[in-house]
C-alpha cells in the first residue's frame, strides 16, 4: 500500500470521528432518557429507597491495618446494639428517633469497643444525611444493591475518620448476617424491585447523576 493510500485512509478516519462522537453522545442520551423518563419509575424507585432506609457509616481513624482492624471491632459492637435497639421499630422515623436517644450510649459503646482492644482514639457519633455511592450487598436474602443518594445515616467516627469506611443498612436491618425476607418486607414493592436489580448500567446512570448533584451543593461523599 502506497504512502499517499495511508494517508487517504487515515484522512478518511478522522473525517469519520465527528460522526462517531456524535453517534456516542447520542447513545449516552438515550440511555439517560431511559433511565429517568422512559423508565421513570426505577428512578422514583431509588429515591424511594433512599428516603425510606437508614444506613450506619463508620469511619475509621486511618487506612493502617490496626486502625481497620479497629473499624471493625467497632461495627460489630454497633450492629449487634442498633439490632437491639430498633428491632421493635414501628418505621424508619421511629428508629431513628430510638437511635438519637441513645446516641451517648451508642458512642459509649464504640469506645469501650477500642477501650478492650487497647485503644483510646476519641468517637464521635451523630444521625444525619450523607452522600452513599452505589452498594451492593450479600445477605441472606440474596444480592441486594443500594441505589446511590443522600441517605439518613447512622455516622460514627474513629479519631481523625481519614481511612476507609464501612457502610452498611441499619433500617431495614440488612447488616446483620441473618438478614432475610422479613427485612425486605419493609420496603414496598417498587423498592424491592430496585435493590434485587441486577442491571447495572441504570445504577451508574443514577450515580452520575446523584454524583452531580452532590458535587454541585458541595456535599461530602462516603465514597472510601
Given at each position: ?18 460522526l ?20 421513570g419509575?426505577?428512578y422514583a ?15 475509621a ?28 421499630a ?16 451508642l ?38 444493591t ?31 448476617p441473618a ?12 423498592e ?21 448533584a452532590?458535587?454541585l ?5 462516603a465514597?472510601?
Amino acid at each position: 500500500m502506497s504512502v499517499k493510500s495511508v494517508k487517504r485512509y487515515i484522512a478518511r478516519f478522522v473525517s469519520l470521528l465527528p460522526l462517531a462522537a456524535g453517534l456516542l453522545a447520542a447513545l449516552a442520551f438515550c440511555l439517560v432518557c431511559r433511565t429517568f423518563i422512559g423508565e421513570g419509575s426505577f428512578y422514583a424507585g431509588c429515591r424511594a429507597v433512599c428516603a425510606d432506609t437508614l444506613r450506619l457509616h463508620i469511619r475509621a481513624a486511618s487506612d493502617t491495618a490496626e486502625d481497620q482492624a479497629l473499624k471493625l471491632l467497632v461495627r460489630d459492637a454497633l450492629v449487634e446494639e442498633t439490632a437491639a435497639l430498633t428491632e421493635n421499630a414501628a418505621g424508619k422515623s421511629d428508629a431513628e428517633t430510638i437511635l438519637r436517644e441513645n446516641l451517648p450510649a451508642l458512642a459509649h459503646t464504640a469506645r469501650e469497643a477500642l477501650r478492650q482492644a487497647g485503644c483510646g482514639d476519641p468517637v464521635s457519633v451523630r444521625l444525619g444525611q450523607a452522600w452513599f455511592n452505589t452498594r451492593r450487598y450479600g445477605t441472606a436474602a440474596g444480592e441486594l444493591t443500594l441505589p446511590a443518594g443522600r441517605y439518613d445515616a447512622l455516622t460514627v467516627t474513629i479519631g481523625e475518620g481519614e481511612g476507609h469506611n464501612w457502610w452498611c443498612v441499619l433500617y431495614p436491618s440488612l447488616c446483620l448476617p441473618a438478614a432475610s425476607e422479613g427485612s425486605l418486607s419493609l420496603y414496598t414493592d417498587a423498592e424491592q424491585a430496585v435493590v434485587r436489580e441486577g442491571y447495572t448500567v441504570r445504577f451508574w446512570l443514577v450515580e452520575a447523576f446523584s454524583r452531580l448533584a452532590a458535587w454541585l451543593a458541595g456535599e461530602e461523599m462516603a465514597v472510601r
